[in-house]
């Protein structure tokens, strides 16, 4: 081969390691190009139920992973250097948008991958009181997995069909399960449940429902505060207090005993998002004999 071939072919590999590099990671636009490992996009979420509504429209040209681990508490969460690194390698970063971690952590996550795109779930959602628990509301669950899709579009356009194809079924799923709620608390309007930690705002607000809390903003009741829930309870008939596994149930079982009221667990992390149907049973069957 003679000098003028073996130059020639040195600017020909040249180019081609030049074009790679440029096609690596996402652009400004959230646009994730065709180099991506097994052909799907690599999605980070904070919690469980996200992977599930991501799952819903993303398919099987996705790769989801969670990055709160199953009972640990929102709320206090702090990522880990594996966190970190598990993030340098996602294409996305599906928030909730609210979570008080995303935000305090929000210039680290995004120096540990400069490329990834940051996607705010919770984008026309009207947040009550600073309450993050969006997700546990089927129709707010609607806007969450729209803005979903339209992200998956953005990073992944040449699939757009099977994303909007998958959103309509999601939708279809998503109004089905309220729908089935509805018709759960249909004969409880205006009825109140006590929970330990008040994650069932947005689900009470649809139901028309009344969510008491023992617990407000992080904070244990006071004495005066703790006596002030026995009394209420007590007028109204409530015989379940309701927990969750991400939180203590200290208090929770002091005004029990106080009430002569079982205890029962609900998760606001639910693994699939149809296992709120469950927690409407439960909340349904402790409103019977509640009065209003």
């Given at each position: 081969m003679n000098?003028?071939?073996?130059t020639s ?12 590099l440029v ?6 636009t959230?646009?994730?190009t065709d180099d ?6 690599n ?12 799952k819903m429209?993303?398919g ?7 990055m709160?681990p199953p009972?640990?508490n929102?709320d206090?969460?702090?990522p880990?250097?594996?966190?970190l690194?598990?993030?340098?390698k ?9 979570l008080p ?7 680290r ?6 490329d990834?795109?940051?996607v705010?779930?919770?984008?026309g959602?009207?947040v009550?009181?600073h309450?993050?628990?969006i997700?546990l509301?089927p129709q707010l669950a609607?806007?969450q997995i729209d ?7 953005n ?5 757009k069909d099977?994303y909007?194809?998958?959103?309509e ?6 109004s089905?399960?309220d729908k089935?709620?509805?018709?759960i608390?249909?004969d409880?309007?205006?009825?109140t449940?006590?929970v330990?930690?008040p994650?069932?705002g947005?689900?009470?607000?649809d ?6 809390a023992?617990?407000?903003?992080g904070?244990?009741?006071?004495p005066g505060?703790m006596?002030e829930?026995?009394r ?7 015989a ?15 005004i029990?005993?106080e009430l ?6 609900l998760?606001p992390?639910?693994a699939?998002y149809e ?9 349904s069957?402790?409103m ?5």
């Amino acid at each position: 081969m003679n000098l003028r071939k073996i130059t020639s072919l040195l600017i020909v590999m040249g180019l081609s390691a030049s074009l790679n590099l440029v096609g690596c990671g996402a652009s400004e636009t959230g646009k994730v190009t065709d180099d991506m490992t097994n052909n799907k996009l690599n999605i980070v979420v904070s919690i469980l139920p996200q992977a599930d509504l991501v799952k819903m429209v993303g398919g099987e040209k996705v790769d989801v992973t969670v990055m709160i681990p199953p009972g640990a508490n929102p709320d206090s969460f702090e990522p880990s250097t594996g966190d970190l690194k598990m993030l340098s390698k996602a294409d996305l970063y599906i928030q909730v948008g609210h979570l008080p971690f995303e935000k305090a952590w929000e210039e680290r996550i995004l120096s540990a991958n400069h490329d990834l795109v940051l996607v705010n779930s919770s984008e026309g959602i009207e947040v009550i009181d600073h309450d993050p628990h969006i997700w546990l509301s089927p129709q707010l669950a609607k806007i969450q997995i729209d803005n979903i899709c339209q992200a998956l579009i953005n990073a992944d356009e040449k699939n757009k069909d099977y994303y909007l194809n998958n959103l309509e079924k999601a939708l279809e799923k998503l109004s089905a399960i309220d729908k089935q709620i509805a018709d759960i608390f249909a004969d409880h309007k205006g009825k109140t449940f006590l929970v330990y930690h008040p994650a069932w705002g947005y689900l009470a607000k649809d139901y028309g429902l009344i969510e008491m809390a023992i617990e407000d903003h992080g904070k244990e009741p006071s004495p005066g505060e703790m006596a002030e829930i026995i009394r209420t309870a007590k007028e109204k008939g409530i015989a379940t207090v309701f927990t969750s596994p991400q939180h203590s149930t200290r208090s929770a079982e002091a005004i029990a005993k106080e009430l002569d009221a079982k205890v029962v667990s609900l998760d606001p992390l639910p693994a699939k998002y149809e296992d709120l149907i469950e927690v409407a049973r439960l909340i349904s069957a402790a409103m019977e004999g509640v009065n209003e």
